[in-house]
């Protein structure tokens, strides 16, 4: 079992920026995989970025490069999303997740309780 906790969301102006951080606990994590995910009212929740606990190898969403950093502190089992240059349309609760296994953009099956993000125009 893996458990996850985020923090971080609020509220911004566009153009802002917001660091949200998601806190592992439980098995260990050497062939982890973390991603962020984010749904916004009425719509399917959507692959954000991801990162392997043990390389640091890093996945993002075409949305989202070149905004959006996705990182790890081994030390505090953190993983963290640098959100730049926020836009309305990055509104969304954002949700941490956890696999073991390939660092991919589904199939992910532990998951955080979500952090709400919205950005106003």
């Known amino acids: 079992q893996v458990q996850l906790v985020e923090s971080g969301g609020g509220l911004v102006p566009a153009g802002g920026s917001l660091r949200l951080s998601c806190t592992a606990s439980?098995?260990?994590?050497?062939?982890?995989?973390m991603g962020w995910f984010r749904q916004a009212p009425g719509k399917e929740r959507d692959f954000v970025a991801a990162?392997?606990?043990?390389?640091?190898?890093?996945v993002y969403a075409d949305s989202v490069k070149g905004r959006f950093t996705i990182s790890r502190d081994n030390a505090k089992y953190t993983v963290y999303l640098q959100m730049n240059s926020l836009q309305p349309e990055d509104t969304a609760v954002y949700y941490c997740a956890a696999k073991f296994g390939a660092t991919t953009t589904n199939a992910y099956d532990y998951w955080g309780q979500g952090t709400q993000v919205t950005v106003s125009s």
């Open positions: 439980g098995r260990t994590f050497s062939s982890i995989a």
């Open positions: 990162i392997r606990w043990s390389t640091g190898f890093t």
